[in-house]
């Protein structure tokens, strides 16, 4: 049926809406940026490599969150293991001498292993994810004071170069490459996050895995009752959420070069306001990855608005977010209610 | 068979917990349940006090959390709204710190306004929350999220991110006084929770509130006014962390809008689940709502005795709940629902 449709019908889906009204409430927030502050060099390509580059972490996050989000869960303890993780990196590099590929690995089977039980507390025992994953949270964030409640600075080469990697942005000119100016670049996080948001939009659509997850979100039961594998879907999506927490872990210690246990503190809320920004419903079945990283474009922007001003307290920032949540959620509201009326 | 319906009950389990916690603590520490009397503060000291002491903010919390969670939702900004009547409650009571630049046993508002302004924000606060899930028909968890987002940032502009001190003697006595032997913030948390008890189990609110929260068409087509149920319940809970706010920052004699209030609205949902409130919705306990918060704490205090940090309390705190939450959970009490049959099958053979 679906390949039948016209191309116009496909991109007037109200399934889109959302995408859209991300989308255009972007481009709306950043134009009003580049005309406010254009003198101060906000429409540069600099700028918006540096919206990527400040985000990274929470965009590789948001990632993960999004297929959670769709199966109608919840995880809170992305924030708290993406710390751990940064823990695991600056104690074992600094205080106990590991390469730091040995501790990326260890933290992996921490992220993947906590996020497999939590999933599997979750399905088999039926208590709440928000329970769960906030008992997760809990946990890691208390191992996290238990390796050390100081901030541990990373200092090694195999990190300083990772860190320090970065592709300059270049142009064709006078019949040569040269770099761009102001001088802007793309570094590994932001690889990494660009290769998570592809991976997550192929495992959505393309794949049987993540078709179940749509259906389990749409409505548990009935895809239960239709033979599909609730039960493993469910592990491996917070599985995969775990993967997707170190891996914003690994990219949160490149960013800042040190661990501390308190980091990240409060950044699941921020990684599930992004998600609803970019158009995935709290109550599961809706929501893509394209939505996910306008999403995190979207929220990014308005720090870097604030920065541009130079005069309001960042405190702006966190009212701004609300209300755009606000927005978003009327939006889904109407659109919701919209569609059911055309049903 | 009486037994058998104990063992099924959460709130059974609850108490277990905290009972064995305490009698671990107990044997850590034989002088654990002496209580003395200070007559200089005339307050009874002792660890036991301590306990239901320090965990007055999230049992008031908690008692406005239990009827959001028996309606089926979840409020996420009280954390933030504790942090707002901080804020207010130090800006009317310090107003310009420019012009009144010591901090000293002085208010620059009259009294009234420090303690009544934050309560009425707070409750108009939990009045948006309320309004935005019964009129605009968002999920509670959503629609909190907004506040808790931006609460802080609020409480931050309030006080133009400036941290306020006072030394007002009236303020003091919400957090650090006594009446009656007992420390002030136990006072007001018995009061909170005689209240709560008796509105909603004296009057047929209660029964409103688990009646929406079980199916809340079925309960509007019985004559429910499921909007003013919501309504209610959002305002309550938002008042109630406006006194926890109160409590909190006279504590301290200080706002801190970046610290109070933390992860608040994360142990009051614990603290209702493990009193035994299923977060689907539906029936609650406020009794096991109070030895939820009291587990809380006390696991807090627990640790304290073994002299690990204490932001490393969190570990403990999640390996001792997760403990009692697979035993609360649905397969593990149809196990011992199972063996109770049995056992009876047995004997009546």
Redesign the interface.
């Known amino acids: 049926m679906h390949n039948r449709q016209s191309l116009l019908n496909r991109i007037t889906n109200p399934k889109y809406i959302m995408v859209y009204a991300t989308i255009g409430i972007f481009l709306i927030v950043y134009a009003f940026g580049a005309f406010m502050y254009s003198d101060k060099g906000f429409l540069t390509i600099r700028t918006f490599a540096n919206l990527f580059i400040d985000n990274a972490y929470y965009g590789i996050s948001a990632v993960g969150m999004t297929m959670v989000l769709i199966t109608g869960g ?1 995880d ?1 303890s992305v924030g708290a293991v993406a710390s751990l993780t940064g823990m695991f990196i600056a104690y074992g590099t600094t205080v106990l001498g590991l390469h730091p590929m040995t501790c990326i690995l260890a933290s992996l089977v921490m992220g993947v292993g906590l996020g497999l039980l939590m999933g599997w ?1 979750i399905h ?5 994810a ?3 994953t ?6 890691a ?6 390796i050390s ?1 100081e901030s541990i600075d990373i200092h090694h080469p195999f990190i300083d170069a990772l860190a320090g990697w970065k592709i300059y942005l270049m142009k064709y000119a006078n019949g040569q490459w040269v770099r761009i100016r102001p001088i802007a670049f793309i570094n590994f996080n932001v690889i990494l996050f660009v290769i998570m948001i592809i991976i997550g939009t192929f495992i959505l659509q393309r794949t049987r895995f993540g078709r179940n997850i749509y259906a389990i979100g749409g409505n548990e039961q009935s895809a239960s009752l239709m033979g599909l594998p609730s039960g493993r879907t469910k592990i491996l999506v917070y599985g995969f959420n775990g993967l997707c927490s170190v891996l914003a872990g690994v990219s949160y210690a490149l960013y800042v070069k040190s661990g501390w ?2 980091s990240l ?1 409060g950044g699941e ?1 921020e990684v ?2 992004c998600a ?1 920004i970019g158009g995935t419903l ?2 599961g079945g809706v929501g893509s990855m394209i939505g996910t990283l306008f999403g995190v474009l979207l929220k990014s922007v308005i720090p870097a608005l604030i920065t541009f001003n130079g005069n309001l ?1 960042s ?5 701004a ?3 755009l ?2 927005l978003f ?2 939006i889904q ?1 109407f659109v919701v209610t919209s569609a059911g009326k055309r049903k | 068979m009486k037994v058998s319906r104990l063992m099924q009950s959460k709130v059974t389990w609850a108490v277990i917990a905290e009972a064995l916690i305490l009698i671990v603590c107990f044997i850590i520490r034989p002088d654990f349940f002496s209580i003395s009397y200070q007559p200089s503060t005339g307050m009874l000291y002792g660890s036991l006090i301590d306990i239901v002491n320090r965990s007055a903010e999230i049992t008031i919390i908690s008692m406005g959390m239990t009827l959001v969670i028996a309606l089926g939702g ?1 409020d ?1 900004s009280v954390g933030a709204l504790v942090a707002v009547a901080g804020a207010i409650s130090l800006k009317f009571l310090r107003w310009d710190v420019l012009t009144y630049n010591t901090p000293g046993d002085y208010t620059v508002y009259p009294y009234v306004l420090v303690i009544f302004v934050p309560l009425i924000v707070c409750a108009l606060m939990g009045l948006f929350n309320g309004f ?1 899930v019964a009129k ?4 509670p ?3 909190t ?6 609460g ?3 409480a ?2 309030l006080t ?2 400036k941290q306020f001190t006072t030394g007002y003697s009236p303020f003091r006595v919400i957090g650090q006084g006594s009446f009656m032997y007992l420390p002030m913030p136990i006072i007001i948390t018995i009061i909170v929770v005689v209240a709560v008890a008796l509105f909603t189990r004296k009057t047929a609110f209660g029964a409103f509130v688990e009646s929406v929260g079980v199916n809340p068409s079925a309960s509007r087509l019985s004559g429910i006014k499921a909007d003013t149920v919501i309504l209610i319940v959002f305002m309550i809970t938002g008042l109630l962390s406006g006194i926890a706010g109160l409590i909190y920052s006279s504590r301290i004699m200080s706002n801190d809008s970046n610290n109070a209030g ?1 992860n608040f609205e ?1 142990d009051a ?2 603290a209702v ?1 493990i009193g035994g409130t299923n ?2 919705g539906g029936k609650f306990s406020l009794a096991g709502t109070v030895v939820g918060s009291l587990i809380i704490r006390t696991i807090v205090t627990f640790v304290y005795y073994f002299g ?2 204490s ?9 001792i ?2 403990v009692v ?2 035993l609360q ?4 009490r149809e196990y011992f629902a199972k063996r109770a049959r049995k056992k009876e099958g047995v004997s009546h053979a």
């Open positions: 919840i809170l507390v088999y025992l039926n208590v709440p928000f329970i769960t906030l008992t997760g949270m809990f946990f964030r208390g191992v996290c004071s238990l409640r246990n308190l503190q809320l599930i306001t609803v709290l109550t307290l405190w702006w920032g966190k009212i977010t609300g209300l949540l606000l959620i009327c509201r | 979840t996420l935005l605009g028909g968002m999920q968890i959503i629609a999220l907004i506040l808790m987002v931006c802080r940032g609020v931050q502009i133009d991110g933390l994360m949902i614990l689940v977060m689907a690990i940090v932001e490393a309390t969190m570990a403990f705190k999640a390996l709940i997760a939450i697979v959970s649905e397969p593990v």
